[in-house]
């Protein structure tokens, strides 16, 4: 092969490698996002007065104060990420408060997922720590009864503990492999 036309297809090549990666960077980056961001973090899409469709008002005030660190997954085999509670519950409509400290030297994220669209880009709410510390932010959930994912998105983290779900009124089930409340979907073969 000549010279030319190994470094012809060594350039293709590598930018077929690298476009996917590149796309995919920053998957939850989205410019009609209200982020607030300092060098400790950030709040993700906060909603204080904004009320889904479904609610006449806000029914109460909640405040939950969530710890995450890895001493807390010592008590779950398998887990290396942990977070102080992996349930919370609060009324429809509630305007729900997160009160987010992270123990550990490393970023955590407390991410909630299925929230309404029109107020939340992606259905998202989340408070991002780059390492200990502690950050607040605020949402409203709906009337529904339903059960919400909560997670870290940082690769590895949900699946190493950090999993966790908020039940709006009743609720509607468990979620799988949630530490100390539910099993996995598919157990694992060992
Ligand atoms: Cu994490």
């Not at 349930?87 to 429809?92: D, G, L």
């Not at 107020?119 to 998202?124: A, E, S």
Request: with cysteine.
């Amino acid at each position: 092969m000549k010279l030319n036309a190994l470094v012809l297809y060594t350039t293709i090549a590598l930018s077929v490698l690298s476009y996917p990666i590149n796309a995919e960077e920053n998957p939850h980056q989205h410019h009609m996002m209200a982020m607030q961001m300092d060098k400790s973090g950030m709040v993700m899409n906060e909603n204080k007065d904004k009320l889904p469709k479904d609610c006449p008002k806000i029914s109460e005030d909640v405040t939950i104060k969530v710890t995450t660190g890895t001493r807390f997954a010592e008590k779950y085999a398998g887990t290396v990420f942990g977070l102080d509670q992996h349930q919370w519950q609060v009324k429809p409509c509630s305007r729900v408060t997160v009160e987010f400290t992270n123990k550990d030297e490393i970023r955590h994220q407390w991410m909630i997922h299925g929230l309404p669209k029109y107020l939340y880009p992606q259905g998202m709410f989340h408070i991002e720590l780059n390492g200990s510390g502690t950050k607040t932010g605020t949402f409203i959930v709906p009337n529904s009864h339903f059960t919400y994912l909560v997670h870290c998105d940082i690769a590895q983290h949900m699946e190493k503990g950090m999993k966790a779900q908020l039940k709006v009124g009743k609720g509607r089930g468990d979620l799988p492999s949630i530490p100390g409340i539910s099993d996995p979907t598919f157990k694992d073969n060992w």
